[in-house]
């Protein structure tokens, strides 16, 4: 059975970038629709972006332009780049093959000066 583990997260002031990074084993990434979610305390999850095997992206209106999700097939990993992050950005964020209904343990972004 697959698995896909985040990492990448942290503490960055406002304005400042991170990449997270989606690692998949056990399946071939660029063969699913992968998503990015995240959650901030007190907060329903959210959608964030999804990205099709063909390379195709769509976001939601709150990071577009800012964020961008992309893939390394050869390193079997989904990328998020978040860009201009802003103290609305911090959260628990998750990637997830689209159609799953399990959860890893997500990458915690924390944005403070």
């Known amino acids: 059975q697959g698995q896909l583990v985040e990492s990448g997260g942290g503490l960055v002031q406002p304005g400042g970038s991170l990449r997270l990074s989606c690692a998949a084993s056990g399946f071939p990434l660029g063969e699913e629709i992968i998503t990015w979610h995240r959650q901030a305390p007190g907060e329903a999850r959210e959608w964030i972006a999804t990205?099709?095997?063909?390379?195709?992206?769509i976001y939601t209106p709150s990071v577009k332009g800012r964020f961008t999700i992309s893939r390394d097939d050869a390193k079997n990993t989904v990328y998020l780049q978040l860009n201009s992050l802003k103290p609305e950005d911090a959260a628990m964020y998750y990637c997830?093959?689209?159609?799953?209904?399990?959860w890893g343990q997500g990458t915690q972004v924390t944005v403070s000066s």
């Open positions: 997830q093959e689209a159609g799953s209904t399990t």
């Open positions: 990205l099709w095997p063909g390379g195709a992206t």
